[in-house]
Nanobody, 129 residues
Framework: QVQLVESGGDLVQPGGSLRLSCTAS????????IGWFRQAPGQEREGISC????????YYADSVKGRFTISRDNARNTVYLQMNNVKPEDSGVYSC??????????????????????WGEGTLVTVSS
């Protein structure tokens, strides 16, 4: 069964850190573009970070640059999102996604959710004191 499963979401205080994990089963993440997306209540889904399967370049939304880091462990078939110095506006459901059809290359951006074809259910991050 092909699936992505996220974990690591939690309640964290402003200024704290959190690491999200996303493990794939049924297919390999190696070579595919992968990304993390966030959806807050009443808001549209937002691209947070992505890692190109073509050249390994990483991309971040302006709101998280310098604070979040995306990484991949091919041996564990897992992608991570390290979140540091979190802010209340970072709260939301974080989902990982994979582009197995290389659509993000055609679109020119992996931060756009429309390029992803495989999605996890998401994990909730709440930043609050």
């Amino acid at each position: 069964q092909v699936q992505l499963v996220e974990s690591g979401g939690d309640l964290v205080q402003p200024g704290g850190s959190l690491r999200l994990s996303c493990t794939a089963s049924g297919f390999s993440l190696d070579g595919h573009t992968i990304g993390w997306f966030r959806q807050a209540p009443g808001q549209e889904r937002e691209g947070i970070s992505c890692l190109s399967g073509k050249d390994g370049n990483v991309y971040y939304a302006d709101s998280v640059k310098g604070r979040f880091t995306i990484s991949r462990d091919n041996a564990r078939n897992t992608v991570y999102l390290q979140m540091n110095n979190v802010k209340p506006e970072d709260s939301g459901v974080y989902s990982c996604a994979a582009d197995t059809f290389r659509l993000t290359e055609l679109l020119g951006s992996c931060l756009y959710h429309g390029g992803m074809d495989k999605w996890g259910e998401g994990t909730l991050v709440t930043v609050s004191s």
